[in-house]
């Protein structure tokens, strides 16, 4: 019958923002061990945010069912933290007396092109988070904040797409509601046009709905009848229209 209108969720470990954010965080813990071990305050404002920006993404992907609005939200609240994160690095290089890179730094742009893997994981950047150098440290974990932050923003461009064109859950809920209550009534509908034509009413070859009976009214078979997915426009199979006359003459 109807389609349900809860869609499938919680894909959030398919996600490319996730993987991201969970490789950030997994760095600033490490980096937090080694360079603010003795600075609990700065240590745990850097790790909570680097948590805030892996978990937010898991609890929207978790709310998505229900709720667009809370998806996109929490999408953003990590969006946030992360951004924090950067100027966290950024403030450590501008107070070492660091260079903070730019794109076209060679070891940056050897970030940028681990990043297209479809494998990545910490170890993919295991070699320059955990680097001696603390400039290459913090320029690793920065660029790849940079890198999240890119990917959420283009995720929140996306769920904004999807929620103009598709709705959200009240919308779902109003068509399949509209729908369960309208299938009762076209099967009625069917069995009475059979019926009338003492022509079986055919199930749909691409969804195998019972079939409507429709008249053409554009094209060449304008005024010729046919028979209609009773899935329209959700579904858009159609069958010729054989009365019973015509289907024994084929018989013979």
């Known amino acids: 019958m109807q389609k349900g209108f809860i869609p499938p969720h919680s894909g959030y470990k398919k996600l490319s923002s996730y993987r991201k954010a969970m490789i950030i965080y997994d760095g600033t813990a490490y980096f937090c061990g080694r360079y603010f071990?003795?600075?609990?305050?700065?240590?745990?404002q850097m790790e909570q945010a680097a948590r805030s920006g892996?978990?937010?993404?898991?609890?929207?992907?978790?709310?998505?069912?229900?709720?667009?609005?809370?998806e996109l939200l929490l999408t953003n609240v990590a969006r946030a933290s992360l951004g924090e994160l950067m100027e966290d690095f950024e403030d450590f290089l501008r107070r070492?007396?660091?260079?903070?890179w730019n794109k076209e730094h060679p070891i940056a742009r050897k970030i940028t092109d681990l990043s297209h893997l479809p494998d990545e994981s910490y170890e993919t950047y295991r070699e320059f988070i955990e680097n001696a150098s603390p400039e290459v440290s913090a320029n690793t974990l920065r660029h790849l904040s940079m890198q999240a932050l890119s990917l959420l923003s283009r995720q929140i461009q996306r769920l904004e797409k999807d929620f103009i064109e598709e709705g959200g859950i009240k919308e779902r809920m109003t068509k399949a509601r509209l729908e369960a209550r309208d299938y009762p009534s076209s099967m009625s509908s069917e069995s009475s046009e059979s019926s009338k034509s003492s022509t079986p009413v055919p199930l749909c070859p691409l969804c195998s709905t019972?079939?409507?009976?429709?008249?053409?009214?554009?094209?060449?078979?304008?005024?010729?009848?046919?028979?209609?997915?009773?899935?329209?426009?959700?579904?858009?199979?159609?069958s010729p229209f054989l009365?019973?006359?015509?289907?024994?003459?084929?018989g013979r």
């Open 96 to 100: 070492s007396n660091l260079p903070i």
């Open 243 to 250: 009365d019973a006359d015509h289907a024994e003459g084929q």
């Open 210 to 238: 019972p079939m409507k009976l429709r008249i053409a009214k554009q094209g060449k078979n304008a005024g010729n009848k046919f028979w209609g997915c009773s899935k329209f426009p959700d579904c858009k199979g159609t």
């Open 37 to 44: 071990a003795h600075d609990r305050r700065q240590k745990d």
């Open 54 to 70: 892996k978990q937010n993404i898991v609890e929207g992907s978790m709310a998505s069912a229900t709720s667009k609005q809370t």
